[in-house]
């Protein structure tokens, strides 16, 4: 009895051992995330948000959570991801403009000459108007908004003159990305707007089938555009989001620690890539000068010309495709972001 007695104490005390121990023998949760930036996270702000997420959720899961992150477009394009995303085939990614593909009301953030500057937008994508929209992106698509961070104000150049205002702009042609918003604003500016994928952009603008393109700062550096053009115009006209998502049902299968630990980490990595962003943007301008680029920052008069001429026609196409709401909703938190960072 005795000897029966020891080995039922001797089991039970190696069921409870394994009990405590069973979390580690488990294999971890794996997150697949993508994105279409490069990996290195000083020049990169998906590629540092990225990095930042993936460290940040192992250490505080204590690797419980394997990221695994998926950059320079490895698994795709921007709406390959979103629709992986959406279909669950990855778990996360980090998108920007293609976003409206799938959330058209997205498009409201393309309103140009919006945003006065980053803290602004900050505010608002941080704010009560960034909830909602996140609110209204997850019950319409099905993927949840855990945190924005920026692509950053896009500027124009061009080969042939330095853009002041709209007249210089008369007579371009100006390569944009395949979007009606943005190709509704280059046509109120006066300009020619050409639809030209991505890849073919930089031959496009060495063999003069356009004079100039858009895009922000860092991006015109990085893919070496001082090369084919000569003139910088920092008119900011628009201020790109990106989007940090997650499939929502696999989000709700996970404990709700985890789901605490991944929202938080979501929020920091956001940060990062916009201090990254940032960073180059503003190294980025003296180091075009050293290119050869030819810079100029338009004055307030002629920014408010600029947003004259563009933000109404481009406001309307965009109520035609979503309707009023979400832009008075927009125009609102943007006078109280403007109206607080005043103080």
Excluded at 51 to 69: H, L, P, R
Excluded at 179 to 195: E, H, Q
Excluded at 297 to 325: C, L, T
């Amino acid at each position: 009895m005795r000897r029966f007695q020891l080995f039922s104490g001797i089991m039970v005390g190696l069921f409870v051992i394994a009990l405590a121990i069973a979390p580690a023998w488990a294999a971890p949760i794996e997150i697949k995330f993508g994105h279409v930036d490069p990996p290195d996270v000083c020049t990169s702000k998906k590629g540092a948000a990225g990095a930042a997420f993936k460290n940040i959720v192992e250490a505080e899961t204590a690797g419980g959570v394997e990221v695994k992150v998926f950059p320079a477009g490895q698994l795709g394009g921007e709406r390959e991801l979103i629709e992986a995303t959406k279909l669950g085939t990855i778990q996360m990614c980090m998108v920007s403009a293609a976003i409206a593909g799938y959330y058209k009301e997205a498009q409201v953030l393309d309103i140009p000459y919006l945003f006065s500057s980053a803290p602004v937008a900050w505010k608002v994508m941080d704010g009560r108007f960034g909830k909602e929209m996140a609110e209204d992106c997850l019950k319409k698509t099905g993927m949840r908004v855990l945190a924005y961070g920026e692509t950053g104000f896009r500027n124009f150049t061009t080969s042939v003159r330095l853009i002041k205002s709209p007249a210089d702009m008369k007579g371009l042609k100006i390569r944009v990305m395949e979007s009606p918003v943005y190709i509704n604003m280059v046509k109120a500016l006066g300009a020619a707007p050409t639809p030209i994928a991505w890849p073919e952009t930089y031959t496009a603008l060495q063999q003069k089938v356009v004079d100039g393109q858009e895009n922000p700062v860092s991006v015109i550096l990085s893919v070496k555009f001082f090369e084919v053009q000569k003139y910088l115009t920092l008119d900011g006209h628009s201020y790109g989001v990106d989007f940090i998502l997650i499939n929502d049902k696999f989000f709700q299968g996970l404990p709700k620690e985890t789901q605490h630990i991944l929202k938080t980490a979501a929020i920091n990595a956001g940060l990062i890539g916009r201090g990254i962003q940032q960073l180059n943007s503003a190294i980025g301008v003296s180091q075009l000068k050293e290119k050869g680029m030819e810079v100029y920052s338009p004055n307030p008069k002629e920014r408010a010309m600029f947003r004259e001429a563009a933000q109404k026609p481009v406001m309307e196409y965009i109520e035609k495709q979503i309707g009023k709401a979400w832009i008075d909703k927009l125009m609102k938190a943007v006078k109280e972001a403007e109206a607080e960072l005043a103080k």
